[in-house]
């Protein structure tokens, strides 16, 4: 029955992507806003049939510490679902992904369409310069930042190599960071054809204002946020 709940789900999530990114497409010259309301939409499908067909729940911790201005999100990377869930998590931001997701026929026009900061991770010193050039000129315009630090996904209760670039966005742009931890890949394992029933917790950890970035040390900074993210993601899988 779990095999045939995730083919369902599967098939599901596959004709949505594909309906979903053709309608913010078609909607992108009309602004944004159009284009975003089809981004949230998609989000908010996938979450439902993820729910009604495998059984897997979402729930959200650490709403309050959401800033009213925008912020770098520096979130644990374990499966597609952060990435699917994000649009419903935060206001419009834009991701920080590889460029080859763009090459995925329409899903990845849609990314374009977003505006996502694709990189080239074979050329870490561009990737950099790209992130922090265009991570700014997009917070200064009121968009948020999502990043993820480790780069690529890892299995619950690994780690990947957290990077500093989401921290050196924050210190150039001014701007402030949101953690934000989760233990999805107990439910959608990365490279995974299962899912999973149970819960998927999402919990935002405390804001770190911008003057707080600004005056730490990088290297102190990141182990704090890594720290924090980990033992956060260890304690929401040990609830499962």
Known sequence: ?????????????????????????????????????????????????????????????????????PCVVMAKHQSA?????????????????????????????????????????????????????QGKRFLDAGRWVVIFPEGTRSSPGESGQYQASGIMLAQQADAGILPMAHNAGQHWPKRGFIKRPGTIRVRFLPYIPAEDVAAAKRGDLLARLETGIESAARELEARD
């Open 81 to 133: 679902f952060e990435t699917i869930a994000m649009p419903q998590l935060i206001p419009p931001f834009v991701w920080v992904l590889k460029r080859e997701l763009f090459y995925i026929p329409i899903f990845g026009w849609a990314l374009w369409a977003l505006n996502a900061i694709a990189i080239r991770r074979s050329q870490p010193r561009e990737a950099l310069k790209q992130v922090l050039v």
């Open 1 to 69: 029955m779990l095999l045939i709940r995730s083919a369902l789900f599967n098939l599901t999530f596959v004709l949505q992507t594909m309906v979903f990114s053709l309608l913010l497409i078609a909607s992108r010259p009309f602004g944004f806003p159009a284009a975003w309301f089809w981004g949230r939409a998609w989000s908010a499908s996938v979450q439902a049939a993820l729910r009604l067909i495998c059984g897997v729940r979402i729930e959200i911790e650490g709403h309050e510490h959401l800033p009213d201005i």
